[in-house]
Protein backbone atom coordinates (compact mmCIF):
# COMPACT_ATOMS: atom_id res chain seq x y z
CA UNK A 1 0.00 0.00 0.00
CA UNK A 2 1.25 3.25 -1.22
CA UNK A 3 0.30 6.60 0.66
CA UNK A 4 1.31 10.16 1.09
CA UNK A 5 1.11 10.25 4.93
CA UNK A 6 1.25 7.66 7.20
CA UNK A 7 -0.23 9.36 10.95
CA UNK A 8 0.79 7.37 13.78
CA UNK A 9 -2.24 7.89 16.65
CA UNK A 10 -6.28 8.82 16.28
CA UNK A 11 -6.71 10.73 19.16
CA UNK A 12 -7.41 14.75 18.67
CA UNK A 13 -4.57 15.31 17.35
CA UNK A 14 -4.63 12.56 14.25
CA UNK A 15 -8.14 12.95 13.77
CA UNK A 16 -7.87 16.34 13.42
CA UNK A 17 -4.44 16.14 11.24
CA UNK A 18 -5.77 13.59 8.76
CA UNK A 19 -8.67 15.05 8.09
CA UNK A 20 -6.68 18.04 6.53
CA UNK A 21 -4.47 16.47 4.55
CA UNK A 22 -7.14 14.48 3.08
CA UNK A 23 -8.80 17.89 2.66
CA UNK A 24 -5.94 18.66 0.49
CA UNK A 25 -5.63 15.96 -1.79
CA UNK A 26 -3.51 13.79 -0.10
CA UNK A 27 -3.54 9.81 0.61
CA UNK A 28 -3.58 9.24 4.46
CA UNK A 29 -3.35 6.01 6.12
CA UNK A 30 -3.77 6.57 10.19
CA UNK A 31 -2.33 3.52 12.23
CA UNK A 32 -3.71 3.74 15.80
CA UNK A 33 -3.59 1.57 18.96
CA UNK A 34 -6.77 1.88 20.67
CA UNK A 35 -6.05 3.36 24.18
CA UNK A 36 -9.56 3.57 26.56
CA UNK A 37 -7.82 6.65 28.18
CA UNK A 38 -6.20 8.43 25.57
CA UNK A 39 -6.17 12.35 26.74
CA UNK A 40 -8.80 12.34 23.70
CA UNK A 41 -11.13 9.90 25.18
CA UNK A 42 -10.70 11.08 28.69
CA UNK A 43 -10.69 15.08 27.80
CA UNK A 44 -14.63 16.81 27.75
CA UNK A 45 -13.45 18.82 24.60
CA UNK A 46 -13.89 22.43 26.22
CA UNK A 47 -12.97 25.47 24.52
CA UNK A 48 -12.99 28.17 27.02
CA UNK A 49 -12.03 31.42 25.75
CA UNK A 50 -10.40 32.66 29.30
CA UNK A 51 -7.74 30.24 31.08
CA UNK A 52 -6.03 29.71 33.87
CA UNK A 53 -6.21 31.36 37.40
CA UNK A 54 -5.09 35.05 36.09
CA UNK A 55 -7.94 34.54 33.68
CA UNK A 56 -5.98 35.87 30.80
CA UNK A 57 -7.41 35.04 27.08
CA UNK A 58 -6.06 31.81 26.08
CA UNK A 59 -3.08 32.35 23.09
CA UNK A 60 -4.02 33.16 19.69
CA UNK A 61 -8.07 32.54 20.68
CA UNK A 62 -9.03 34.79 18.36
CA UNK A 63 -7.48 33.41 15.22
CA UNK A 64 -7.87 29.75 16.31
CA UNK A 65 -11.10 29.44 17.49
CA UNK A 66 -12.72 30.33 14.24
CA UNK A 67 -10.74 27.81 12.67
CA UNK A 68 -12.37 25.36 14.55
CA UNK A 69 -15.87 26.44 14.31
CA UNK A 70 -15.03 25.51 10.36
CA UNK A 71 -13.62 22.36 10.78
CA UNK A 72 -15.92 21.10 13.43
CA UNK A 73 -19.00 21.91 11.53
CA UNK A 74 -17.35 20.48 8.36
CA UNK A 75 -17.15 17.01 10.18
CA UNK A 76 -20.21 17.11 11.57
CA UNK A 77 -21.51 17.51 8.18
CA UNK A 78 -19.19 14.77 6.63
CA UNK A 79 -19.50 12.31 9.77
CA UNK A 80 -23.78 13.03 10.47
CA UNK A 81 -22.65 13.32 14.36
CA UNK A 82 -23.48 15.97 16.08
CA UNK A 83 -19.29 17.13 17.26
CA UNK A 84 -19.56 21.07 18.08
CA UNK A 85 -21.96 22.11 20.71
CA UNK A 86 -21.53 26.02 21.38
CA UNK A 87 -21.79 26.30 25.10
CA UNK A 88 -22.20 29.27 28.19
CA UNK A 89 -19.55 28.55 30.74
CA UNK A 90 -20.90 29.56 33.85
CA UNK A 91 -17.91 30.82 36.19
CA UNK A 92 -19.04 30.63 39.61
CA UNK A 93 -16.42 33.28 41.49
CA UNK A 94 -15.16 32.03 44.53
CA UNK A 95 -14.39 35.47 46.62
CA UNK A 96 -14.69 39.40 46.05
CA UNK A 97 -10.94 39.73 45.33
CA UNK A 98 -11.40 36.98 42.59
CA UNK A 99 -14.12 38.73 41.41
CA UNK A 100 -12.52 41.97 41.30
CA UNK A 101 -9.37 40.33 39.01
CA UNK A 102 -12.24 38.28 36.77
CA UNK A 103 -14.18 41.65 36.14
CA UNK A 104 -11.20 43.79 35.19
CA UNK A 105 -9.28 40.83 33.10
CA UNK A 106 -12.78 40.10 31.02
CA UNK A 107 -14.85 43.25 31.20
CA UNK A 108 -15.71 44.25 27.25
CA UNK A 109 -14.77 41.10 25.81
CA UNK A 110 -16.66 39.84 23.16
CA UNK A 111 -16.93 36.36 24.63
CA UNK A 112 -18.09 37.83 28.20
CA UNK A 113 -21.69 38.21 29.17
CA UNK A 114 -23.49 39.00 32.40
CA UNK A 115 -25.56 36.08 33.77
CA UNK A 116 -29.36 37.14 33.29
CA UNK A 117 -31.05 37.34 37.00
CA UNK A 118 -33.29 34.82 36.24
CA UNK A 119 -30.26 32.47 35.50
CA UNK A 120 -28.13 33.27 38.48
CA UNK A 121 -31.36 32.44 40.36
CA UNK A 122 -32.22 29.13 38.94
CA UNK A 123 -29.04 28.03 39.67
CA UNK A 124 -29.38 29.64 42.88
CA UNK A 125 -31.16 26.36 43.83
CA UNK A 126 -28.37 24.21 43.31
CA UNK A 127 -25.04 26.44 43.18
CA UNK A 128 -23.34 27.97 46.56
CA UNK A 129 -22.97 31.16 44.66
CA UNK A 130 -22.54 34.30 47.44
CA UNK A 131 -19.97 36.24 45.18
CA UNK A 132 -21.82 36.07 41.83
CA UNK A 133 -21.02 34.26 38.47
CA UNK A 134 -20.24 35.65 35.33
CA UNK A 135 -21.12 33.81 31.59
CA UNK A 136 -18.35 33.23 29.22
CA UNK A 137 -18.94 32.02 25.57
CA UNK A 138 -17.64 28.56 24.85
CA UNK A 139 -18.00 25.47 23.16
CA UNK A 140 -17.49 21.61 23.69
CA UNK A 141 -16.10 19.27 21.17
CA UNK A 142 -18.03 16.16 21.48
CA UNK A 143 -15.20 13.28 21.61
CA UNK A 144 -17.04 10.99 22.21
CA UNK A 145 -19.10 11.09 19.00
CA UNK A 146 -16.39 12.70 16.30
CA UNK A 147 -13.44 9.99 17.19
CA UNK A 148 -15.61 6.65 16.74
CA UNK A 149 -17.24 8.10 14.07
CA UNK A 150 -14.07 9.32 12.08
CA UNK A 151 -12.27 5.72 13.16
CA UNK A 152 -15.54 4.29 11.04
CA UNK A 153 -15.06 6.74 7.82
CA UNK A 154 -11.15 6.16 8.26
CA UNK A 155 -12.10 2.14 8.23
CA UNK A 156 -14.59 2.46 5.64
CA UNK A 157 -12.38 4.25 3.16
CA UNK A 158 -9.62 1.29 3.86
CA UNK A 159 -7.55 4.34 5.62
CA UNK A 160 -7.02 2.97 9.40
CA UNK A 161 -4.43 0.12 10.56
CA UNK A 162 -5.69 -0.76 14.28
CA UNK A 163 -2.32 -1.96 15.52
CA UNK A 164 0.77 -0.19 17.33
CA UNK A 165 3.33 0.69 15.54
CA UNK A 166 6.58 -1.24 15.95
CA UNK A 167 9.51 1.28 15.28
CA UNK A 168 12.10 -1.44 15.27
CA UNK A 169 10.39 -2.51 11.77
CA UNK A 170 10.26 1.06 10.04
CA UNK A 171 12.67 1.82 7.50
CA UNK A 172 13.67 4.94 6.54
CA UNK A 173 14.91 6.16 3.26
CA UNK A 174 15.72 9.47 1.56
CA UNK A 175 12.18 9.29 -0.29
CA UNK A 176 9.84 8.15 2.47
CA UNK A 177 9.13 5.23 5.03
CA UNK A 178 8.38 1.91 4.47
CA UNK A 179 6.94 -0.46 7.35
CA UNK A 180 5.45 -3.40 6.41
CA UNK A 181 3.35 -3.53 3.39
CA UNK A 182 3.41 0.31 3.73
CA UNK A 183 5.42 2.55 1.96
CA UNK A 184 4.63 6.71 2.46
CA UNK A 185 6.11 10.24 1.84
CA UNK A 186 5.84 10.75 5.48
CA UNK A 187 5.54 9.68 8.65
CA UNK A 188 4.01 11.85 11.01
CA UNK A 189 3.85 11.35 15.26
CA UNK A 190 0.61 12.15 17.04
CA UNK A 191 1.37 9.86 19.40
CA UNK A 192 -0.17 12.00 22.74
CA UNK A 193 2.26 11.34 25.60
CA UNK A 194 3.71 8.20 23.95
CA UNK A 195 6.07 10.67 21.98
CA UNK A 196 8.49 10.60 25.04
CA UNK A 197 9.71 6.89 24.46
CA UNK A 198 10.10 7.94 21.16
CA UNK A 199 13.76 7.73 20.03
CA UNK A 200 13.65 10.06 17.20
CA UNK A 201 12.23 13.04 18.94
CA UNK A 202 13.80 12.33 22.54
CA UNK A 203 15.39 15.65 22.27
CA UNK A 204 12.44 17.61 22.84
CA UNK A 205 11.46 18.30 26.51
CA UNK A 206 8.19 16.88 27.26
CA UNK A 207 6.52 17.69 30.41
CA UNK A 208 3.54 15.43 30.71
CA UNK A 209 1.14 15.86 33.06
CA UNK A 210 -1.63 13.65 34.59
CA UNK A 211 -5.25 14.39 34.84
CA UNK A 212 -7.97 12.83 36.66
CA UNK A 213 -11.74 13.31 36.37
CA UNK A 214 -15.07 12.19 37.54
CA UNK A 215 -18.56 11.29 36.30
CA UNK A 216 -21.08 12.07 38.46
CA UNK A 217 -24.75 12.32 38.75
CA UNK A 218 -26.44 15.26 40.18
CA UNK A 219 -30.19 13.84 40.83
CA UNK A 220 -32.50 16.70 39.39
CA UNK A 221 -30.25 18.85 38.27
CA UNK A 222 -29.90 19.21 34.19
CA UNK A 223 -27.97 22.28 32.53
CA UNK A 224 -26.34 22.56 28.68
CA UNK A 225 -23.83 24.93 30.56
CA UNK A 226 -20.53 24.09 31.56
CA UNK A 227 -20.71 25.29 35.33
CA UNK A 228 -16.85 25.76 36.07
CA UNK A 229 -15.75 27.18 39.94
CA UNK A 230 -12.38 25.00 41.00
CA UNK A 231 -13.69 22.57 39.16
CA UNK A 232 -15.69 22.08 36.04
CA UNK A 233 -18.91 20.23 35.60
CA UNK A 234 -19.61 19.73 31.57
CA UNK A 235 -22.61 18.06 30.79
CA UNK A 236 -22.96 14.17 29.70
CA UNK A 237 -26.85 14.16 29.33
CA UNK A 238 -29.50 14.49 31.72
CA UNK A 239 -28.16 15.10 34.98
CA UNK A 240 -24.86 13.63 34.51
CA UNK A 241 -21.53 15.61 34.16
CA UNK A 242 -18.33 14.93 33.76
CA UNK A 243 -16.10 16.96 36.57
CA UNK A 244 -12.49 17.74 36.12
CA UNK A 245 -10.22 18.06 35.75
CA UNK A 246 -6.42 17.64 38.24
CA UNK A 247 -2.89 18.03 37.48
CA UNK A 248 0.05 16.45 38.69
CA UNK A 249 3.46 16.43 37.17
CA UNK A 250 5.28 13.80 39.15
CA UNK A 251 2.95 10.37 38.87
CA UNK A 252 3.97 6.92 39.13
CA UNK A 253 1.20 5.65 36.78
CA UNK A 254 -1.87 6.41 34.76
CA UNK A 255 -4.48 4.75 37.56
CA UNK A 256 -6.95 7.12 39.18
CA UNK A 257 -6.06 7.97 42.66
CA UNK A 258 -8.20 8.41 46.09
CA UNK A 259 -6.07 11.66 46.64
CA UNK A 260 -7.40 13.43 43.28
CA UNK A 261 -10.64 12.11 43.73
CA UNK A 262 -10.56 13.66 47.45
CA UNK A 263 -9.73 17.07 45.60
CA UNK A 264 -12.92 16.74 42.96
CA UNK A 265 -15.22 15.55 45.70
CA UNK A 266 -13.85 18.90 47.56
CA UNK A 267 -14.70 21.19 44.58
CA UNK A 268 -18.01 19.17 44.10
CA UNK A 269 -18.70 20.15 47.65
CA UNK A 270 -17.73 23.77 47.67
CA UNK A 271 -20.11 24.37 44.21
CA UNK A 272 -22.80 22.31 45.15
CA UNK A 273 -25.72 22.58 47.46
CA UNK A 274 -27.46 19.46 46.98
CA UNK A 275 -26.05 16.14 46.77
CA UNK A 276 -24.19 13.91 43.74
CA UNK A 277 -23.36 10.12 43.18
CA UNK A 278 -19.72 9.12 41.89
CA UNK A 279 -20.35 6.99 38.78
CA UNK A 280 -16.43 6.29 37.68
CA UNK A 281 -12.83 7.92 37.90
CA UNK A 282 -10.57 7.95 35.05
CA UNK A 283 -6.94 9.53 34.28
CA UNK A 284 -4.88 10.13 31.09
CA UNK A 285 -1.88 12.06 30.71
CA UNK A 286 -2.02 14.89 29.07
CA UNK A 287 0.60 16.08 25.94
CA UNK A 288 2.65 19.16 27.30
CA UNK A 289 5.86 20.94 26.07
CA UNK A 290 8.00 22.69 28.64
CA UNK A 291 6.73 26.06 26.93
CA UNK A 292 3.37 24.49 26.72
CA UNK A 293 3.16 25.17 22.76
CA UNK A 294 2.05 22.90 20.19
CA UNK A 295 5.29 20.92 18.82
CA UNK A 296 5.26 20.25 14.97
CA UNK A 297 7.52 20.01 12.05
CA UNK A 298 9.69 17.77 10.02
CA UNK A 299 13.03 15.98 11.91
CA UNK A 300 16.23 17.25 11.09
CA UNK A 301 18.25 14.46 10.02
CA UNK A 302 15.08 12.54 8.64
CA UNK A 303 12.84 14.82 6.49
CA UNK A 304 10.71 12.03 5.79
CA UNK A 305 9.11 12.03 9.70
CA UNK A 306 7.19 14.46 11.04
CA UNK A 307 5.63 15.83 14.55
CA UNK A 308 2.35 16.64 15.41
CA UNK A 309 1.84 16.78 19.31
CA UNK A 310 2.39 19.52 22.65
CA UNK A 311 -1.52 20.23 22.14
CA UNK A 312 -1.19 20.61 26.45
CA UNK A 313 -4.62 21.50 27.82
CA UNK A 314 -6.26 23.09 24.50
CA UNK A 315 -6.19 19.96 21.58
CA UNK A 316 -9.35 20.82 20.56
CA UNK A 317 -9.46 24.24 19.85
CA UNK A 318 -5.57 24.59 18.88
CA UNK A 319 -5.61 20.88 16.85
CA UNK A 320 -7.52 22.44 13.36
CA UNK A 321 -5.35 26.10 13.26
CA UNK A 322 -2.33 23.71 13.83
CA UNK A 323 -3.02 21.39 11.55
CA UNK A 324 -3.89 23.62 9.22
CA UNK A 325 -0.27 25.36 9.46
CA UNK A 326 1.29 22.32 9.59
CA UNK A 327 -0.12 20.57 5.91
CA UNK A 328 0.76 24.29 4.29
CA UNK A 329 4.31 23.67 5.94
CA UNK A 330 4.78 20.36 4.47
CA UNK A 331 2.95 21.02 1.36
CA UNK A 332 4.07 23.74 0.20
CA UNK A 333 7.26 24.93 2.71
CA UNK A 334 5.06 27.55 4.23
CA UNK A 335 6.99 28.80 7.18
CA UNK A 336 5.87 27.46 11.04
CA UNK A 337 5.18 29.92 13.80
CA UNK A 338 8.42 30.54 15.75
CA UNK A 339 6.29 29.56 18.83
CA UNK A 340 5.00 26.18 17.39
CA UNK A 341 7.72 24.81 15.09
CA UNK A 342 10.20 22.08 16.02
CA UNK A 343 13.43 24.00 15.18
CA UNK A 344 13.23 25.96 18.91
CA UNK A 345 14.37 22.50 20.08
CA UNK A 346 17.08 21.79 17.51
CA UNK A 347 19.55 22.85 19.65
CA UNK A 348 18.95 20.00 21.57
CA UNK A 349 19.66 17.68 18.68
CA UNK A 350 22.83 15.62 19.00
CA UNK A 351 22.30 14.10 15.71
C1 LIG B 1 -8.24 14.96 32.23
C2 LIG B 1 -8.04 15.75 30.98
C3 LIG B 1 -8.96 16.72 30.62
C4 LIG B 1 -8.80 17.44 29.44
N1 LIG B 1 -9.76 18.33 29.08
C5 LIG B 1 -9.65 19.00 27.91
C6 LIG B 1 -10.66 19.86 27.46
O1 LIG B 1 -11.71 20.00 28.10
N2 LIG B 1 -10.49 20.53 26.28
C7 LIG B 1 -9.36 20.35 25.53
O2 LIG B 1 -9.24 20.97 24.45
N3 LIG B 1 -8.37 19.53 25.92
C8 LIG B 1 -8.49 18.86 27.09
N4 LIG B 1 -7.49 18.02 27.50
C9 LIG B 1 -6.28 17.96 26.69
C10 LIG B 1 -6.49 17.06 25.48
O3 LIG B 1 -7.03 15.86 25.93
C11 LIG B 1 -5.18 16.84 24.73
O4 LIG B 1 -4.64 18.07 24.33
C12 LIG B 1 -5.41 16.00 23.49
O5 LIG B 1 -6.28 14.95 23.74
C13 LIG B 1 -4.11 15.45 22.94
O6 LIG B 1 -4.45 14.70 21.81
P1 LIG B 1 -3.41 13.79 21.05
O7 LIG B 1 -4.10 13.30 19.85
O8 LIG B 1 -2.13 14.55 20.90
O9 LIG B 1 -3.07 12.59 22.06
P2 LIG B 1 -3.96 11.33 22.52
O10 LIG B 1 -5.36 11.70 22.69
O11 LIG B 1 -3.26 10.74 23.70
O12 LIG B 1 -3.89 10.33 21.30
C14 LIG B 1 -2.73 9.61 20.96
C15 LIG B 1 -3.15 8.33 20.24
O13 LIG B 1 -1.97 7.72 19.69
C16 LIG B 1 -2.01 6.35 19.92
N5 LIG B 1 -0.64 5.81 19.88
C17 LIG B 1 0.41 6.19 20.64
N6 LIG B 1 1.52 5.50 20.28
C18 LIG B 1 1.16 4.68 19.27
C19 LIG B 1 1.85 3.72 18.46
N7 LIG B 1 3.16 3.46 18.62
N8 LIG B 1 1.16 3.04 17.52
C20 LIG B 1 -0.16 3.27 17.32
N9 LIG B 1 -0.87 4.18 18.05
C21 LIG B 1 -0.22 4.87 19.01
C22 LIG B 1 -2.67 6.23 21.29
O14 LIG B 1 -3.17 4.91 21.51
C23 LIG B 1 -3.77 7.29 21.16
O15 LIG B 1 -4.93 6.76 20.59
C24 LIG B 1 -7.65 17.25 28.64
C25 LIG B 1 -6.73 16.27 28.98
C26 LIG B 1 -6.93 15.51 30.14
C27 LIG B 1 -5.94 14.43 30.47
Known sequence: ????????????????LSYTLMQAGQSVLVMDEYKPNSASRV???????????????????DQ??????????????????????????????PSEQLKEAFMERTTGLSYMEDPPEEKVKTYGQWLDQPH?????????ILLHNLLPAWREYL??????????????????????????NISARY???????????????????????????????????????????????????????WVGATFAWDYPDEVPTAEKREILEKGLRQLLKVPYRVLDQLAAVRPSGTDRRPIMGLHPGYPSLGIFNGLGTK????????AAEF?????????????????????????
Request: charged letters at 20%.
Open 1 to 16: MKVDFLIIGQGIAGTV
Open 43 to 61: AAGVINPVSGRRFTVAWQY
Open 64 to 93: IYPVAVQLYRELEQLLGVPVFKPRDIYNVL
Open 132 to 140: GAAIVKGAT
Open 155 to 180: KDHNSLREERLDISRLEIGPEGVKYA
Open 187 to 241: LVFCEGAAIVNNPWFNYIPFLLNKGEVLTVQIPGFSTPDIVKRSVSLVPQGEDTY
Open 315 to 322: GCSLAPAM
Open 327 to 351: VAHVLRNEPLQVDTDIKRFFNRYKG
